[in-house]
C-alpha cells in the first residue's frame, strides 16, 4: 500500500525519483470553505498527497492535475471552484487554485539490456533525477535492489513494449543480442516517439545497420537519428563503467541542449485579472450587503 506523504515530503519523494506531479496551491478563498489559503497537495500519476479539502472540489482537481500529466503539460494554471450544487458541495463558497506542473527531472531514460554496461550506467543515472525505466527479458540480469528512480520492466515482449515505454523519453540500447539491437530499432524508428535513439557498438556494427535499414527502406534522416556507437568520442576507454561514463555524459549533453523558450511563460497578467475578477464576483453573491 502507497504510504500517505505530507505534500513536501512528496515533494522531496518525487524529485528524488524524477517522477513528474502537480502542485496545487490554495490561492485564495470566499466564504465557508474546507480548507484556507496556501493548504496544498501533490498529485502524480497514479497517487494523490495531503489534502485541500476532499469531496468533490478534490476530485476534480485530481482528474485535471491528471490530465495536465497525461499530457506531459508542466506549464501553470489557475482555477476558480465555486462551491454550490455543481461541484456536490454545500459550503458555499469559492476556491481559487493554482496547478503548477513539474517535470520532477531532467529527463526520462529506458535502458533495454541489463548487461555490464547498462550496470554500470544505471549505477551513474540512478543518482540523478531522471525517470529511468530499465527492461529486459531475463530476470535474473537485474540486481535485487535498484535506485529509487529506476524501474524494472520484465517483458518477454521487448519490442511490443518498446513503442509505448519509449514515447518522449531517451533510448539507450545494450542488449545481448545483435538481432534484437536491430528489431529494436526498427520498431523505435516504425513508432518515432523517442526523444533520442542511442545503439551501443562499434563503427563496423553501425554500417551494417545502417547498411540493413536502408535496404529496408529506412530513410537517411531517420537512420541519422540512431547515434551509434553510443557515447562521447572524447570520453576514452573500453571498461563498462568508462563506456557508462561516456553514455551519460552524451546523455546529459543531450538534456541540456537549449531549445527557444515563448516569450510569455509563466500565468499571464489577463489570467491573474480574470481569476481575481471571477474571486471578486464570488464574493459579491455570498454577501449582497458589501455592495452597499
Not at 502537480?22 to 501533490?42: D, F, I, N, Q, Y
Request: charged letters at 25%; one cysteine or more; hydrophobic letters at 40%.
Amino acid at each position: 500500500m502507497q504510504k500517505r506523504l505530507t505534500w513536501y515530503e512528496a515533494v522531496a519523494d518525487c524529485e528524488r525519483r524524477g517522477e513528474p506531479y502537480v502542485l496545487v496551491t490554495v490561492l485564495g478563498v470566499t466564504g465557508s470553505v474546507p480548507r484556507e489559503p496556501a493548504s496544498k497537495m501533490v498529485v502524480t500519476g497514479e497517487h494523490s498527497h495531503d489534502t485541500i479539502g476532499g469531496g468533490h472540489l478534490e476530485y476534480r482537481i485530481i482528474a485535471r492535475a491528471r490530465e495536465r500529466l497525461a499530457a506531459r503539460d508542466y506549464t501553470c494554471e489557475m482555477a476558480h471552484f465555486p462551491l454550490g450544487a455543481s461541484l456536490g458541495q454545500c459550503c458555499g463558497g469559492s476556491v481559487a487554485v493554482l496547478l503548477e506542473g513539474h517535470a520532477g527531472g531532467d529527463g526520462r531514460l529506458v535502458v533495454f539490456g541489463a548487461g555490464h554496461v547498462a550496470k554500470s550506467l544505471i549505477t551513474i543515472m540512478g543518482e540523478l533525477p531522471w525517470q529511468i525505466t530499465w527492461v529486459d527479458s531475463r530476470a535474473d540480469s537485474f540486481p535485487d535492489e535498484l535506485p529509487v528512480n529506476v524501474r524494472r520492466h520484465h517483458t518477454d515482449d521487448p519490442m511490443g513494449d518498446a513503442a509505448a515505454l519509449a514515447e518522449g523519453a531517451h533510448v539507450v540500447i545494450l542488449t545481448h543480442n545483435h538481432q534484437l539491437d536491430f528489431d529494436l530499432c526498427r520498431t523505435l524508428l516504425d513508432a518515432g516517439g523517442a526523444a533520442s535513439i542511442g545503439l551501443i557498438g562499434s563503427d563496423t556494427k553501425a554500417d551494417r545497420f545502417r547498411q540493413r535499414l536502408a535496404h529496408r527502406g529506412y530513410s537517411e534522416t531517420q537512420i541519422d537519428g540512431i547515434r551509434c556507437p553510443i557515447g562521447r568520442r572524447d570520453v576514452p576507454g573500453k571498461r563498462p563503467m568508462e563506456v557508462a561514463v561516456s553514455i551519460s555524459a552524451e546523455l546529459l549533453s543531450l538534456a541540456a541542449e537549449v531549445t527557444d523558450k515563448p516569450a510569455r511563460r509563466g500565468l499571464s497578467w489577463s489570467n491573474l485579472k480574470t481569476l481575481m475578477r471571477e474571486d471578486a464576483e464570488a464574493a459579491t453573491a455570498s454577501n449582497p450587503k458589501r455592495e452597499h
